[in-house]
């Protein structure tokens, strides 16, 4: 009995060993970490991007504080006509490792969305402004109330054409249709939800309106830094994010 249980378990001994050798052909392991022959099958990273909209205001300079506390860093698309006033802000998000986008020159969507050329005015005057004070030239943009209805073929491709890139947000508080939205209603939107995309766009906003997103934002951070999520900025090398549209058929 001993002498079959012994071939027994040699027998499943080896066969527990083919498997592991055939794995390791299929997920060689490399510095601890396991890959796939075609690529990094590694535990994905959980990211969060922190965007505000229509800033610069007072209240972007609390919003820099609080990151500044955390040490986390986020992306602010900036509205052209609201920097006068606030150009120290504007270079503080810049040399503190922020990154900055443009939102616009005035935020007037009947003016902005009249036809392309004038959105694609807003747009040069806003980054204008940016380099004029803060000495970048940035691409990266958003659409005022997202692309969504705005966005086709032509602007895409003309946007692209002038080396601008589009980032919409794939989560969102409410504080931009609704800015007295209480704190904790505003922490329960930036965090609902079991399953999220994944980089998230968070979307809020920093206009002068804007307090209680500050009072949720502490709770918003350290949320997602023990959800072990790392902060990143939008540049130039960020995947795109835009909503969905009808493309032209050819």
Not at 24 to 52: C, N, Q
Request: with cysteine; net charge positive.
């Amino acid at each position: 009995m001993k002498l079959r249980v012994d071939k027994l378990n040699k027998k499943r001994l080896a066969i527990i060993l083919f498997f592991v050798i055939m794995l390791s052909y299929i997920y060689p392991l490399e510095d601890g970490k396991v890959r796939a022959i075609d690529g990094d099958i590694s535990a994905k990273k959980k990211v969060i991007y922190l965007t505000f909209d229509d800033g610069p205001s007072v209240v972007t300079d609390k919003v820099l504080d609080i990151l500044k506390e955390n040490d986390v860093k986020a992306t602010f698309f900036l509205i052209g006509n609201q920097i006068e006033g606030y150009e120290d802000m504007v270079r503080r998000i810049n040399k503190e490792g922020h990154s900055i986008g443009l939102h616009s020159y005035t935020h007037n969507f009947k003016k902005i969305y009249s036809n392309k050329d004038n959105f694609m005015k807003e747009m040069y005057e806003s980054r204008d402004e940016i380099k004029k004070v803060a000495g970048v030239s940035t691409n990266i943009l958003r659409f005022p109330g997202g692309s969504s209805k705005r966005l086709n073929d032509e602007i895409f491709n003309l946007l692209h054409s002038c080396n601008f890139k589009i980032y919409d947000w794939n989560m969102c508080v409410s504080d931009g249709l609704r800015p007295k939205t209480a704190p904790n209603k505003l922490f329960e939107e930036a965090t609902k939800g079991e399953t999220k995309p994944n980089p998230i766009i968070l979307l809020m906003h920093c206009d002068y309106m804007h307090k209680n997103t500050c009072e949720a934002l502490p709770s918003i951070i350290n949320y997602y830094k023990k959800a072990g999520y790392e902060f990143r900025v939008i540049d130039e090398g960020t995947p795109e994010c835009y909503f969905p549209y009808k493309k032209a058929v050819s």
